[in-house]
C-alpha cells in the first residue's frame, strides 16, 4: 500500500534503521579485522613438540592457515590450498598450518592424508588454543596471509580467491 502514509512512513524508518544497522557491521568487522596490522606473535609447537615461531618465516609470504581434521569445510578446502602451495611455493611463499585438533593422531593423519607439505603446529587445545584467543576468530577454516613485513594483508581467503591474491603479488 504505498498510499497509505502510515505504512510509508514504518517502511522508510525500517529501511533507514536497516542501512544503520549495516553499517554498524561493516564498521565492527573493519575494527576486527586483521586486513594492514601487524601480524600477532604465534608460537606453537610442530608435530615433533619443537616450538615455532610466525616471525621465523618473516621475509617470506605467509598464509598462516587455522584448521583441523576434524573440520569438514576445512579438509574439503585443503585441496585448494596444496595446489596454491604447489604453484606458489619456490616464489617467497609459505603456509603455516595451525590445528585446532585435540588428538595428535587424528592430526597428523590428516596432514598425512591430506598431502599439507608445510609447516605444521598445534597446541592440541581444540577451541581453547592460544591461536583462538590471539587471533580471535569464531570458525574455521580461517587464514591470514602476512606479507614479508610481518603485516597482514588478507584474511579469509578460499577457493579461487587465494590463488588469484597470491598470483597478483607473487608473478
Not at 41 to 48: A, G, K, S, Y
Not at 89 to 115: C, M, P, Y
Not at 142 to 149: E, G
Request: some cysteine; charged content about 30%; hydrophobic content about 35%.
Amino acid at each position: 500500500f504505498p498510499q497509505h502514509r502510515a505504512l510509508s512512513e514504518l517502511k522508510t524508518n525500517y529501511d533507514a534503521q536497516q542501512a544503520q544497522l549495516a553499517e554498524m557491521e561493516k564498521k565492527e568487522k573493519e575494527a576486527n579485522s586483521w586486513i594492514g596490522k601487524p601480524a600477532p606473535e604465534l608460537e606453537l609447537p610442530d608435530v615433533n613438540g619443537k616450538p615455532v615461531k610466525l616471525s621465523s618465516f618473516k621475509g617470506k609470504y605467509v598464509l598462516v592457515d587455522f584448521w583441523a581434521s576434524w573440520c569438514r569445510p576445512c579438509r574439503d578446502e585443503n585441496p585448494n590450498i596444496v595446489h596454491a602451495y604447489n604453484k606458489f611455493k619456490d616464489k617467497n611463499f609459505t603456509i603455516l598450518g595451525v590445528s585446532l585438533d585435540k588428538e595428535k593422531q587424528d592430526w597428523l593423519k590428516a596432514i598425512q592424508d591430506d598431502k599439507l607439505t608445510w609447516t605444521h603446529v598445534s597446541d592440541l587445545q581444540y577451541w581453547s588454543s592460544k591461536a583462538v584467543e590471539i587471533y580471535r576468530f569464531d570458525g574455521i577454516p580461517f587464514n591470514v596471509l602476512v606479507d614479508p613485513d610481518g603485516k597482514v594483508i588478507a584474511e579469509g581467503l578460499r577457493g579461487e580467491a587465494l590463488e588469484a591474491r597470491l598470483q597478483q603479488l607473487l608473478q
